[in-house]
């Protein structure tokens, strides 16, 4: 099996009428490039496109976004 590496990250929340923060999902995925076959004027050409393949959501409450920000702070604390 290939590996598959992370390299695109998206954030969505949820939130009360208020505009608390209830929710936050951090969407984990990578990009490729698919290689497709066309046929057209000049015959048959190879044809590189982008695509993306979702490999988690990881769902947190408020509490638990708040401990992932602060330990991604203390890991990167000491980083130049």
Do not use: C, H, W
Not at 23 to 32: A, G, H, M, R
Not at 63 to 69: E, F, K, N, P, V
């Amino acid at each position: 099996m290939k590996p598959e590496y992370a390299n695109t990250f998206g954030l969505r929340k949820v939130t009360s009428g208020e505009g608390e923060i209830l929710e936050v999902t951090l969407d984990v995925s990578y990009k490729y490039m698919e290689t497709a076959l066309t046929f057209g004027p000049k015959g048959m050409e190879n044809v590189s496109t982008p695509s993306a393949e979702l490999l988690t959501s990881i769902v947190m409450n408020r509490q638990s976004a708040i401990s992932l920000r602060n330990l991604l702070i203390q890991t990167l604390d000491g980083e130049n």
